[in-house]
């Protein structure tokens, strides 16, 4: 393993070192492990934390700012925060107008957060309401499973969101956009080789130099099926055919495009694969009203790619427009 | 041999209890990487491990607490310190089985504050039995408590047929597919290897026996 850690073990506390050394708009609670927005709380404004295990940067703590998240969570890596560190956050960022936590769907995800919404409301009072994120088309059998899991819309969700938010919408107008888009959003990624967890030391599963792993998720998971590699066009068909049949999107729709790096890939290849994936949506009549391209959503070290796609109307359009200014996402100001 | 659960008697369980995971750390990490992210042992050993610090703060009160606070104490720390699913879903089995207990001390009480440990895991996890999860194993060891009580037997007798149970649970866990957290995503391949969770509860019984809570 060659990494650039001073010990396993404090990489999340170092990292959140960096994060407030580089970004003095933002404030670290260092016990609880929460980047919050330093002008927290903004009275009458709803209030939007997420978060997660750590190795996704810069998903979440990288989406804090104006117009986005206004606290993020980070736990072990890979391993969910525990429900303190939601309390916490909840408690920075009540402006009195109640508090939206964006949750992915992993069932550790789901249990601290539903634990820290309990206790937090338990000790202010706060309204919490919760939305989850399943876009993953790759998990087919969710009635048998803990169900699809949140991956590339969480990212489009924590923006478009927190735009709502910035508006002084309300707590249930803010939530009912968080669901609207996570019901217009699927993803399916790709892997062409594992990652390795710090604490770990050692790649978590095994891939060939001429294979890649299909459907894949962002701790590592096992995807649909492991394959002998493919040129970019055929991957980008692999990634955005089983997405196009699964919401539908149709001929005419407008959508997000969300091409993704997992962490180890650059972004010349993310690039090669948008043009691949730009082509299909053209072929079938989809229209890309806006891109976003790069790592926002990653697995450590992983090489591999996501491709996520939103279906938009213009009251969403105007959201994802609005001003954003955070470590990761910044346009409008 | 005492009859009776005493504070001091479950003081002694968890302890062991804990003495057993750090012990199993390894294997249940091993476990865990089969067929999901490889790390629950280490969670567990890093809850537990606070676990009984806050055990060494509660016993050092005076009075020294009944059972129940110690459980409860127990349950919030492994929530605050475990995360995944495995800190909600044991956190709040033994917060539930302290709640429960409270100040009684009869093997009686334990069968129904145990009753209630799993309820709280169930309403939590929404597992059901053959989901291939820490049920498989908590829900027969607690039945078994019941059954022997309620034939007149000793609570040394309950614990060594909920251990028995646990274990036998657990093994049964082998063959299923998983339907639940992170192994579910396997399907098929989750076939052939033993529960992480349903490990953790039967070494949660075995440490009964170790310690003096069975008499």
């Keep these: 393993m060659k990494k650039i850690i001073n010990d396993p073990s404090t990489v999340v506390s170092d990292a959140l070192n960096g994060v407030e050394a580089a970004h003095p708009e933002l404030k670290v609670d260092h016990q609880n492990k929460v980047i919050y927005r330093g002008d927290s709380p903004r009275h009458g404004k709803v209030g939007i934390i997420s978060g997660g295990g750590s190795g996704h940067e810069p998903l979440h703590g990288g989406f804090v700012g104006l117009g986005m998240l206004d606290a993020a969570c980070a736990g072990e890596v890979f391993t ?10 909840t408690k920075l960022v009540d402006g009195g107008a109640g508090v939206l936590h964006v949750v992915k769907n992993y069932t550790g995800d789901v249990l601290n957060f539903e634990m820290g919404a309990e206790l937090a409301a338990a000790e202010t009072g706060v309204e919490v309401v919760a939305v989850v994120t399943d876009d993953d088309v790759a998990v087919q059998d969710s009635t048998w499973t803990a169900g699809r899991r949140g991956v590339g819309v969480t990212v489009l969700l924590e923006k478009i969101a927190g735009a709502a938010a910035e508006q002084g919408r309300g707590l249930a107008e803010v939530a009912d956009v968080a669901r609207r888009v996570n019901a217009n959003g699927r993803s399916m990624g790709a892997a062409l080789t594992s990652c390795t967890v710090p604490a770990v030391g050692h790649p978590t599963f095994e891939l060939g130099d001429d294979e890649f792993e299909l459907g894949v998720g962002i701790h590592g998971e096992p995807g649909r099926q492991r394959l002998p590699l493919v040129p970019a066009r055929e991957l980008a068909e692999l990634l955005v055919e089983p997405i196009l049949a699964d919401l539908p999107f149709d001929s005419g729709d407008g959508v997000i495009a969300f091409v993704n790096g997992l962490g180890g890939t650059p972004l010349i290849e993310l690039y090669v694969l948008y043009a691949e994936v730009a082509r299909i949506l053209a072929a079938h009549g989809v229209t890309v009203a806006r891109s976003l391209v790069g790592p926002f959503i990653t697995s450590l070290d992983m090489a591999g790619a996501s491709v996520t796609l939103l279906k938009v109307d213009d009251e969403l359009l105007g959201l994802w427009d609005a001003p954003v200014r955070t470590p990761a996402l910044r346009w409008g100001i | 041999m005492t009859n009776s659960v005493t504070g001091a008697a479950i003081d002694g369980w968890l302890r062991a209890f804990a003495r057993l995971v750090a012990e199993h750390e390894d294997e249940l990490t091993r476990l865990d990487a089969a067929i999901g992210d490889a790390d629950h042992g280490a969670n567990m050993n890093r809850g537990l491990t606070a676990a009984a610090v806050a055990l060494d703060e509660l016993a050092a009160g ?25 800190g909600p879903l044991f956190g709040t089995f033994f917060l539930r089985m302290g709640n429960a207990l409270a100040e009684q001390e009869t093997p009686t009480a334990l069968a129904a504050a145990l009753r209630a440990g799993l309820a709280g895991v169930v309403q939590r996890g929404k597992a059901e039995a053959g989901d291939k999860t820490m049920y498989d194993a908590l829900a027969p060891a607690v039945a078994a408590v019941e059954t022997a009580l309620a034939a007149g037997g000793s609570l040394a007798d309950a614990l060594a ?18 339907r639940k957290g992170r192994a579910s995503y396997l399907g098929e391949r989750s076939v052939g290897h033993q529960d992480p969770g349903a490990t953790t509860v039967s070494l949660f019984f075995r440490a009964a026996l170790d310690s003096g809570v069975a008499g």
């Design chain 2, 161 to 178: 047929a909920a251990s028995k149970a646990a274990e036998d649970g657990c093994a049964a866990t082998v063959p299923l597919v998983a």
């Design chain 2, 62 to 86: 005076d009075p020294p607490p009944a059972a129940g606070p110690r459980l409860t104490k127990v349950g919030m720390t492994l929530i605050s310190t475990v995360g995944g699913a495995a």
């Design chain 1, 80 to 89: 969910s925060p525990v429900p303190d560190q939601m309390v916490a956050a």
